[in-house]
């Protein structure tokens, strides 16, 4: 799989946005979906064995709200994603793959370029980062996540999404990009988002295709 030919790119969908925007939860319930199918980078991160070298990497760079080098996530990530094709979970001639946390820098998205076709990245976006902070701190309590517990890592989040990760919305810049409320209700941002996929021009063969 690593030299997948160039028309051999996953057809992909991007969720990105600021931690606490609801880009798990979008994901997860597209990922439910005939034909979407839903990989989350963090999630990837958290199902590491802690007690093994890569496993200690997530925890020393998560647990202070930055980002874990770019050789090693990207590495981390194909090496889930194959795992994934041979086990036949991601069908890529039918599926789109929808990532979320991933690529989450500039560099991230131009080594991801030779494995994946972008075709809509859905910008969830909430100025507010109040009511993001607020999010973070419930779903520190109910999910265990120790990176959302803490109030200066959530700030470093925030700040390490500034800086790192809203450059890539330049970097696919046009009409790829459909940028979305994300303080609206989840149902009205996941009717949004589905409202960007149907209009592409790969949907509508899907829709032709008896599956
Ligand atoms: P959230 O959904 O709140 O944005 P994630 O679960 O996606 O958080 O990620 C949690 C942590 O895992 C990040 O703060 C970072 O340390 C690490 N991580 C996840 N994805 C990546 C990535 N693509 N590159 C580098 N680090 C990552």
Redesign the pocket.
């Known amino acids: 799989m690593s030299d997948t030919p160039k028309h051999a790119r996953f057809r992909t969908l991007l969720i990105l946005g ?3 925007s609801g ?2 939860t979008q994901g997860k319930v597209l990922g439910s979906i005939p034909r979407f199918h839903h990989l ?4 990837v ?2 199902s590491l064995d802690t007690r093994t070298p890569l496993g200690q990497k ?1 925890v020393e ?2 647990s202070r ?6 050789d090693v ?1 990207v590495a981390l ?1 194909h090496a889930n994603v194959k795992h994934r094709v041979e086990a036949y979970l991601f069908k890529p001639e039918i599926d789109f793959l929808v990532l ?6 500039v560099e ?1 998205a131009r080594i991801l370029e030779k494995h994946i076709e972008v075709l809509r990245v859905f910008h969830l976006s909430c100025p507010d980062r109040t009511e993001l902070a607020r999010r ?1 701190r419930k779903r520190a309590l109910k999910d265990n996540r120790f ?2 517990a803490n109030e200066s890592v959530i700030q470093q ?1 925030f700040a ?1 999404y500034e800086a790192e990760t809203k450059p890539i919305l330049d970097y696919y810049s046009g009409d790829r990009i459909v940028n979305i409320d994300a303080s609206q209700p989840p149902a009205k941002v996941l009717y949004d988002i589905l409202g960007g996929v149907m209009t592409l021009d790969a949907w509508k063969e899907l829709e032709k295709m008896k599956i």
């Open positions: 600021a931690p606490g880009k798990g989350a980078c963090g999630d991160f958290r997530f760079y998560s709200g930055e980002l874990v080098p770019d996530t990530w979320d946390g991933i690529p989450r820098n991230q973070l990176d959302d989040r390490t």
